[in-house]
């Protein structure tokens, strides 16, 4: 058993603050309702999730009203975090001090995608979400929620501009291109071509990016199979996070179900560094990645017209 009392909890407020934070923002409490709930003030409430030292006493007031171990708020060993809403906060604000995030995201990396992608991502995440289900209209909130989240980590990105190494999967982009960008099965022919169309336009976006070779962005196409789920290594001078989530944005967006994971510890983070390193080596990067993108739309397209052709047919 972790022995809170021993833990080095003085230098640690600023993160157990964003932890906070995070959580609040999850569980869809204001400041307010967190305050009358424990009895503190919303000032208070605010001062701690700037980094302000709290009694730890508070903090397992404010761990069980959240649903949340005291571990994962005071950080130690491994955050569990079950909301998307929660996680993506997270994200931003390790982003928000990360002079380099490796990412492997399947085929679309949030930071990296076109503006036009994230113009029609609230669309998508809300047809993500199925009917007529008791959880339905929370997760409509929180959609809103974290939409506004994604604004401000790509505000905080384009401000910022750390080192980004992207790690994108060719069978992932060949799904995405055969399916579209889609949050529910059967749409409609003419609706799916859309999709479609704004899948193919994205992934010449990233094709235009790798050719363009802007300071601070490296791509890479792997081309074999590659892990589920998706994970980010955030590093800040000696420090490095990892973070692992079910949660994704995009192709098969999945904003409600899951349980993702941040860690500092040194073996986690160095077993991921390892795949990442195998994986760039294997890579293909610059014209040859760009050129292997551009065949693989052609290949669907053709793939495409042939099955309409057969329809014709038939």
Same mark, same amino acid.
């Given at each position: 058993? /972790?022995?809170?009392?021993?833990?080095?909890?003085?230098?640690?407020?600023?993160?157990?603050?964003?932890? +906070?934070?995070?959580?609040?923002?999850?569980?869809?409490?204001?400041?307010?309702? /967190?305050?009358?709930? /424990?009895?503190?003030?919303?000032?208070?409430?605010?001062?701690?999730?700037?980094?302000?030292?709290?009694?730890?006493?508070?903090?397992?007031?404010?761990?069980? +009203?959240?649903?949340?171990?005291?571990?994962?708020?005071?950080?130690?060993?491994?955050?569990?975090?079950?909301?998307?809403?929660?996680?993506?906060?997270?994200?931003?604000?390790?982003?928000?001090?990360?002079?380099?995030?490796?990412?492997?995201?399947?085929?679309?990396?949030?930071?990296?995608?076109?503006?036009?992608?994230?113009?029609?991502? #609230?669309?998508? +995440?809300?047809?993500?979400?199925?009917?007529?289900?008791?959880?339905?209209?929370? $997760?409509?909130?929180?959609?809103?929620?974290?939409?506004?989240?994604?604004?401000?980590?790509?505000?905080?990105?384009?401000?910022?501009?750390?080192?980004?190494?992207?790690?994108?999967? $060719?069978?992932?982009?060949?799904?995405?291109?055969?399916?579209?960008?889609?949050?529910?099965?059967?749409?409609?022919?003419?609706?799916? #071509?859309?999709?479609?169309?704004?899948?193919?336009?994205?992934?010449?976006?990233?094709?235009?990016?790798?050719?363009?070779?802007?300071?601070?962005?490296?791509?890479?196409?792997?081309?074999?199979?590659?892990?589920?789920?998706?994970?980010?290594?955030?590093?800040? *001078?000696?420090?490095?996070?990892?973070?692992?989530?079910?949660?994704?944005? *995009?192709?098969?967006?999945?904003?409600?179900?899951?349980?993702?994971?941040?860690?500092?510890?040194?073996?986690?983070?160095?077993?991921?560094?390892?795949?990442?390193?195998?994986?760039?080596?294997?890579?293909?990067?610059?014209?040859?990645?760009?050129?292997?993108?551009?065949?693989?739309?052609?290949?669907?397209?053709?793939?495409?017209?042939?099955?309409?052709?057969?329809?014709?047919?038939?």
């Amino acid at each position: 058993m /972790i022995n809170f009392w021993e833990y080095d909890v003085n230098l640690q407020f600023h993160e157990i603050g964003q932890r +906070l934070r995070a959580f609040r923002l999850g569980s869809g409490l204001s400041a307010d309702e /967190i305050a009358k709930r /424990i009895g503190i003030s919303r000032t208070a409430v605010y001062r701690f999730e700037k980094g302000d030292v709290v009694k730890i006493e508070t903090l397992i007031s404010l761990s069980e +009203l959240l649903d949340v171990s005291l571990a994962t708020l005071l950080g130690v060993e491994i955050e569990y975090i079950s909301s998307a809403v929660t996680y993506f906060e997270r994200l931003r604000q390790l982003e928000a001090e990360a002079n380099q995030i490796v990412v492997l995201a399947g085929p679309i990396s949030f930071l990296l995608a076109s503006d036009e992608f994230q113009h029609s991502l #609230e669309k998508l +995440l809300k047809e993500s979400v199925p009917d007529a289900t008791s959880q339905s209209e929370k $997760a409509l909130e929180n959609v809103d929620r974290i939409i506004q989240i994604l604004k401000e980590r790509k505000a905080n990105y384009l401000q910022r501009r750390p080192t980004v190494v992207n790690l994108m999967s $060719a069978n992932d982009c060949v799904r995405l291109l055969r399916g579209g960008f889609v949050g529910r099965p059967f749409l409609p022919l003419a609706d799916l #071509e859309d999709r479609r169309a704004r899948a193919r336009k994205e992934v010449e976006h990233f094709i235009n990016l790798i050719e363009s070779e802007p300071i601070g962005i490296q791509i890479g196409i792997v081309t074999g199979t590659l892990p589920h789920t998706t994970f980010q290594i955030f590093r800040n *001078g000696d420090q490095k996070t990892l973070s692992i989530s079910p949660f994704r944005l *995009g192709e098969q967006p999945n904003i409600r179900l899951g349980v993702a994971m941040i860690t500092r510890t040194e073996e986690a983070v160095s077993l991921h560094e390892s795949v990442v390193d195998q994986m760039w080596s294997e890579s293909l990067k610059g014209r040859e990645g760009a050129d292997y993108l551009r065949g693989l739309i052609e290949r669907v397209e053709i793939e495409q017209k042939g099955h309409y052709l057969s329809d014709d047919a038939s």
